[in-house]
């Protein structure tokens, strides 16, 4: 059974402040999203990163991904207010029907003025 | 480009009643429909993979007979969750794969679903 873990689940940092969000996955694969939730909101699509050594960067956001160690890393530079939000991690796998996405468990980032 | 429609976005229904959430890509076909179910504060949980024209393939755990699921065209996907009981209640979400497109997903919005 896959599993795919993040770490720290929850997260309260400091505006200004840098942080790193990490997610394992017990499974090779080489296809790793990143995606953001606002309360009752669905999903924000993010990062899609597709290879080893992938690195992505978006404003103060910036991903990576190591295949060999299985994980991924979501980087938040100088945080601001507006980045509090759940963020998820998502595995693609192929499957017998098809590709499969499974998810992280979520980390909740909260960001104090 | 590349927007998936769900509705309704919340519903409310009495234990025992059926409801169906639809998921419709707007501008895209998609072979291929992902059906997730995300209790508060909890992951989205892959509940079925449906595709079009065949039966949807269900997770372990997920009983098919109460989550009944038609992918009867390449733009429409539905989920029919019979005989509601208030446990069902969640946040229902769709997710769509672009025919042809690697990678290429997109979520609906989103049905919260209550049952009293």
């Known amino acids: 059974e896959l599993k795919v873990e993040q770490n720290p689940l929850f997260l309260s940092m400091q505006e200004g402040k840098n942080y790193t969000i990490y997610c394992n996955y017990s499974?090779?694969?080489?296809?790793l999203y990143w995606y953001r939730q606002d309360p009752g909101k669905s999903l924000e699509s993010l990062f899609v990163?597709?290879?080893?050594?992938a690195v992505k960067q978006e404003g103060r956001l910036m991903a990576s991904l190591d295949t060999k160690a299985r994980l991924s890393t979501l980087h938040i530079t100088a945080a601001v207010h507006d980045l509090s939000a759940t963020y998820f991690c998502a595995v693609e796998l192929e499957g017998n029907t098809g590709n499969q996405f499974y998810f992280g468990t979520g980390t909740s980032l909260t960001v104090i003025p | 480009g590349a927007v998936v429609s769900q509705h309704p976005s919340r519903v409310i229904c009495k234990s025992g009643t059926s409801v169906k959430i639809e998921c419709r890509s707007l501008d895209f076909q998609a072979t291929t429909m992902f059906w997730y179910r995300q209790f508060p504060k909890q992951s989205l949980m892959l509940m079925a993979t449906?595709?079009?024209?065949?039966?949807?393939?269900?997770e372990q755990g997920v009983e098919k007979d109460k989550f009944l699921i038609n992918h009867a065209s390449l733009t429409l996907s539905t989920l029919t969750v019979t005989s509601a009981h208030p446990e069902d209640s969640s946040f229902y979400i769709c997710s769509a794969k672009r025919t042809g497109v690697h990678h290429g997903y997109t979520f609906g919005s989103g049905t919260r679903l209550t049952v009293v």
């Open positions: 449906s595709n079009e024209g065949s039966k949807a393939t269900y």
């Open positions: 499974t090779t694969s080489d296809r």
């Open positions: 990163l597709l290879s080893n050594g």
